[in-house]
Each structure stands twice: as structure tokens, then as C-alpha cells.
């Protein structure tokens, strides 16, 4: 009796197991996944960090305001961070004249052969051309939004990189690229244009052709480009739906698995230059860039904030941050 007991169990054990099995045989892989502790992403913390660096004033390449908000960046990064390294560059700009730049990198996990881009742009634009005021269009903009907004989703992702680490075989590089908003003026744009010639994205060009370690590849990269306006409206950009389908669908998938679908609208937006050009077309790596775009704003692009005097704290909106900060952290940790 005794016998067949242990026989009986025996058998039905063996066919659980089994059975698991069968139904799914990446039933670890994907428990494993669903089980991933995401992080509570802090939106007050990402705003603070955006008010931090708008508070050094426009961080326009050159400038003491930029060189302080840089060494900031790098001390902050680098309490957070397994290191961080400094790129500096001399380029060149849309008028042939040269300048110094630096990208800041902020690694986790360096040992790690998987390896995820975050990017975001730490410079600010030195003039606010499209600002409605002429006499103040000369003047540079505090980059709130485009620029701060991104760095500042980023160093809170960064802080809850520390507060609760990665997976060891999953690495992690923020780069905050430098000199992308300093193309020419709207009513000089003709005048420059040179279709041989990319006058934005500088630091991110820099980089793609010499990044910071020899050979350096990623699975996958995002940017993140104005991702502080109210009621955003972040469609697929073209070049990232084109060079990296996969990356903006898994994201996109994700917003809505969050209940972001509102501002993640499933549309195929308009060509955007920004820094995930060179990182897709030079670099090789895979990347998107989640960007607010308002086809119907006065400009025919961006909010209406982008590149005037409007583009300060005050029009930055804690929630939009937090949701994309959400997106991020879920991805990654989720991976
Ligand atoms: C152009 O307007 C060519 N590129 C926009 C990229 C950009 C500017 N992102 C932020 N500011
Ligand atoms: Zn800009």
C-alpha cells in the first residue's frame, strides 16, 4: 500500500513538472521578468534636478554657466554612478567657427557585455530665435524643457540605479551630449545648409565616431528630448521608427501596459535631426528618441515654448516627467 503510494506520488509529481514545461518553456525567463521589482520612479526628485540646472542660468557652450552646470552634473552622476567619464572635444560650428564641448558618462555596471544607451542633451540653445520678441532673440534660453528635462529624468533614473542596483549582466551608460543645440538660426538655416553637413547634434556626432570605449556597442539605446511640457504628445519619430522599429514598440508597449497610452499616441510623427541620428547612421546602435511632437503648434513642430524665452521652469510639468521616467525605469528593469 505504502508502495503504491510513493509510486502514486511519484507520478503525479513528475507530470506537474512536466506539464509546467510544456506549457511554457521559458516559464523561468519570463517569471523572472514579471517578478522584476521596478523602482518608483520620484517626479519631484527629476524636477528638482531640472531646476538645478536651469538655476546655474543657460547652459550655452563656453560659458561659466555651463562650465559649473557640467561640473554638477559630473559630481552628482558620480555619487550615483560606478564612474563617470568626461569626453571633451574642440569642433567645429555651423559658421566654421571652433568651440569645446564635453559629453558626460555615467556607467553601471561596466563589466556588463548587454549595455543600454540613455541620452539626453545638457547644453542649452544661445539664442531664442523663434521667440516672438526680436530684441530677446538674441538672447539664450534657460532650456528647460529642451535640454534639462531629459538630464533630469535621467539623473533620477541614475539615482535609482544606485538605490537599487541592476542586474549584474545587464549595464547601463547615461550620456548627456553636449553642443546639440546650437545649430544656426531659423532665418540663416538656408544660408548654412549644407546637405554633406549635420549642424546639430555635435557632441552626439563626436561621440558616435569616437565613443568612450574602443569598439563600444549597446543593444539598444533611447533619448529623451523635451520630456517636461504639459499635455505631450510623444508619436513615433520617424528616424527611430525606421532604424529601430522594435525599440519604440517595445516602449511604446510598455507606456500603454502603464496607462500612458493618452500621450503615447501609436502615430508615426515627422523626421526629427537630433542627437539618435548619428548614434543609429554613424554609431550602429539601435536608437529612438521619445520627443514631444506638436504638429499643430505655431512653430509646425515642438510645443510652443521650444527655442523662446517660454522654455523655463515654469512651464515644466511634474507629471509628464514622472510618466516618461516610469517608461524608462520599467524597460530597463524589466530587460
Ligand atoms: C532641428 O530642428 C533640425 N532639429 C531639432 C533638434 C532639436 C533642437 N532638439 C532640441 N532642440
Ligand atoms: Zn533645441
Redesign the pocket.
Known amino acids: 500500500m505504502r508502495k503504491i503510494f510513493v509510486f502514486f506520488a511519484v507520478v503525479v509529481l513528475f507530470c506537474a513538472c512536466g506539464e509546467r514545461q510544456l506549457d511554457n518553456p521559458e516559464s523561468g525567463k519570463s517569471e523572472n521578468k514579471k517578478s522584476a521589482v521596478v523602482p518608483q520612479f520620484n517626479a519631484d526628485s527629476a524636477y528638482r534636478f531640472v531646476a538645478a540646472q536651469t538655476a546655474f542660468g543657460p547652459r550655452v557652450p563656453e560659458t561659466e554657466a555651463h562650465a559649473q552646470c557640467g561640473d554638477w552634473l559630473v559630481a552628482k552622476l558620480g555619487s550615483y554612478a560606478d564612474t563617470v567619464i568626461v569626453q571633451g572635444f574642440r569642433t567645429r560650428l555651423y559658421n566654421d567657427k571652433g568651440i569645446d564641448g564635453k559629453n558626460i558618462i555615467a556607467v553601471f555596471n561596466p563589466e556588463a557585455r548587454k549595455r543600454i544607451v540613455l541620452c539626453a542633451h545638457w547644453d542649452s540653445r544661445p539664442f531664442a530665435d523663434h521667440d516672438a520678441d526680436e530684441a530677446l532673440s538674441h538672447q539664450p534660453i534657460d532650456g528647460a524643457n ?1 535640454g534639462a528635462s531629459g538630464v533630469g529624468v535621467l539623473i533620477e533614473c541614475a539615482r535609482q540605479f544606485k538605490l537599487q542596483p541592476l542586474d549584474e549582466r545587464l549595464g547601463i551608460d547615461i550620456i548627456l551630449f553636449d553642443l ?2 546650437y ?1 544656426p538660426r531659423q532665418e540663416q538655416a538656408l544660408e548654412y545648409y549644407d546637405e554633406n553637413v549635420n549642424h ?1 547634434a555635435l557632441g552626439s556626432q563626436y561621440w558616435a565616431k569616437q565613443p568612450h570605449v574602443y569598439g563600444y556597442k549597446a543593444y539598444f539605446g533611447i533619448l529623451l ?2 520630456v517636461g511640457g504639459s499635455n505631450p504628445n510623444f508619436q513615433k519619430e520617424y528616424y527611430s521608427q525606421g532604424y529601430a522599429a522594435w525599440v519604440s514598440n517595445k516602449v511604446w508597449r510598455k507606456a500603454y501596459d502603464l496607462g500612458y497610452r493618452s500621450s503615447f499616441s501609436n502615430e508615426l510623427g515627422t523626421m ?3 542627437d539618435h541620428l548619428p548614434m543609429n547612421q554613424i554609431a550602429g546602435i539601435p536608437t529612438i528618441d521619445i520627443i514631444d511632437l506638436q504638429p499643430n503648434s505655431s512653430n509646425g513642430c515642438f510645443p510652443e515654448v521650444w527655442h523662446t524665452h517660454n522654455d523655463n521652469l515654469e512651464h515644466i510639468d511634474k507629471a509628464t516627467l514622472g510618466m516618461v521616467g516610469d517608461v524608462v525605469l520599467h524597460v530597463v528593469y524589466e530587460e
Open positions: 529642451d546639440e543645440d545649430g546639430w528630448d523635451m526629427i535631426s537630433d
